[in-house]
């Protein structure tokens, strides 16, 4: 019996989840399912130009580990770009990372996730922070 996968760590939540072939209808589509750790996968490696090392301890994974995840993604992005599927991300083993942000309007600190186009100040429900390092 294996043991239960390790909850991965990500960043942040994705902007957008749902991408699909213009001029078809949804009903007429494949859908395939990128996980949210598979996304942040291809984030780090091929959107910020991380080593495999740097990217499996960002994750909290070993570098094998993260070589599958970004093997997998990679095979999803693909067969949707060329079989003209619709890819939905959703789902997945993983733990959102915390962060200290900043209201640039109010001023209010709080530590929470990112989600580039939900996070709201909880003080004044702005949407224009940033993040504290």
Not at 6 to 31: A, H
Not at 81 to 96: D, E, H, M, T, Y
Request: glycine share 8%.
């Amino acid at each position: 019996m294996s043991r239960p996968p390790k909850c991965r760590r990500v960043e942040r939540l994705p902007g957008f989840t749902y991408f699909k072939p213009s001029g078809i209808p949804v009903p007429e589509l494949n859908e395939i399912v990128l996980s949210v750790e598979e996304l942040e996968a291809i984030r780090l490696r091929d959107l910020e130009g991380m080593e495999h090392e740097e990217c499996a301890g960002k994750m909290s994974v070993s570098r094998p580990t993260f070589h599958r995840i970004l093997a997998s993604a990679r095979q999803k992005v693909a067969d949707a770009l060329v079989n003209g599927a619709a890819l939905r991300i959703k789902g997945g083993n993983f733990q959102l990372a915390e962060h200290k942000l900043e209201c640039r309007k109010c001023g209010h600190r709080w530590r929470g996730g990112i989600c580039s186009r939900r996070t709201l100040c909880p003080s004044c429900s702005g949407r224009d922070w940033k993040e504290l390092i």
